[in-house]
């Protein structure tokens, strides 16, 4: 395979906080095992010095940058160009720079499916859908979910005009509709695939769930997007009742595939990517 890059390449991820993140080893994984030189480092950006930050990553030739928490949003103002669905979900979490020129991308809703199905349902085309939550990750998902043409998406949001306002705004894309939460038994009703957005059941807060597990039939594939802890009680739940499971370390594995195609134009070593943020998860668990 051809190799297109013959300098070191400069790759990083922005954020604040950004100790904890696993990006670096993940990539660092991606770019031995691809034999490409390179670098990818954690940068704490504070928000009052994003722009001198994106400013940096056009003049010291970074070829791509990750974006994390709180900058997904701001950064989008700094760039010379968006994706369609960086523009419609309203958030960047990758940025390619073209000699110069940077291009804002949106990886989470697309890595996300792309785990969906190669890990738990291979087609989505005429699936019913129903999402839990209407955040900043959910928008993304939806977006992706759309383009696969499922019959339909329900969503249920603890506050239900945010789900309303997601439903009306994307009726465009597919047949999307919200519901109240306490009308989740109606919207589970013939589900196919039920996918928590929200962040209930994440750690610390791990005997949480966000559904009344008795509300599942047990044939449902059920996703969670939260991979700390790996399997969230709602999935231990549901795999009990004989439902498929999908939990969130896909993913963050796959958003972080497609940037890593977008910046090296070769095709990212999904499975040692996958290892290297078990393995630092595995270590963090022991400390
Ligand atoms: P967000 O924008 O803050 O949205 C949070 C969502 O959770 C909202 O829909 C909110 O409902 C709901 N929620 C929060 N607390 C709740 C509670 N106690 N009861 C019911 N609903 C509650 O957050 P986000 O960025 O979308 O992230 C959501 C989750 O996705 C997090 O757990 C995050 O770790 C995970 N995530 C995973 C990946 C991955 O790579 N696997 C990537 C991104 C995010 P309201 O609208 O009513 O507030």
Redesign the pocket.
């Known amino acids: 395979m051809n190799q297109p890059h013959v300098r070191p390449l400069k790759l990083g991820v922005i954020g604040d906080p950004i100790a904890h993140s696993k990006s670096p080893v993940m990539h660092e994984a991606a770019l031995r095992e691809s034999g490409i030189a390179g670098e990818y480092a954690a940068l704490h950006i504070k928000p009052d010095r994003l722009a001198e930050m994106i400013a940096a990553v056009r003049e010291e030739e970074y070829r791509g940058i990750n974006v994390t928490?709180p900058h997904k949003e701001n950064v989008m103002r700094y760039l010379d160009e968006l994706s369609e669905d960086a523009r419609r979900i309203g958030a960047v979490n990758t940025i390619i720079n073209e000699g110069g020129r940077l291009i804002g991308r949106n990886t989470?809703g697309i890595?996300?499916v792309r785990s969906l199905k190669e890990e738990a349902a291979a087609e989505l085309e005429g699936r019913r859908i129903v999402v839990l939550?209407?955040?900043?990750?959910?928008r993304g998902i939806i977006y992706a979910l759309a383009a696969e043409a499922p019959e339909r998406i329900v969503l249920l949001?603890?506050?239900t005009e945010?789900a309303e306002a997601l439903a009306r705004e994307w009726s465009d894309l597919a047949e999307i509709a919200a519901l109240p939460?306490d009308r989740a038994a109606e919207a589970l009703q013939g589900a196919d695939i039920v996918i928590n957005?929200?962040?209930?059941g994440?750690h610390p807060h791990v005997d949480?769930v966000?559904l009344d597990p008795a509300l599942l039939r047990g044939g449902e594939i059920v996703s969670d997007?939260?991979?700390?802890p790996l399997e969230t009680k709602l999935l231990r739940l549901a795999r009990e009742k004989g439902c498929r499971v999908h939990g969130?370390?896909g993913?963050?594995v796959y958003?972080g595939a497609y940037a890593f195609e977008y910046w090296t134009g070769v095709p990212a070593p999904v499975e040692a990517m996958r290892a290297a943020v078990l393995r630092d998860m595995n270590a963090g668990a022991t400390k």
């Not at 997007?225 to 700390?228: A, D, G, H, P, V």
Request: proline content about 3%; cysteine-free.
């Open positions: 928490i989470d890595g996300y939550g209407a955040g900043g990750a959910a949001n603890r506050t945010r939460a957005t929200t962040s209930v994440m949480d966000p997007l939260i991979y700390n969130g370390l993913m963050f958003q």
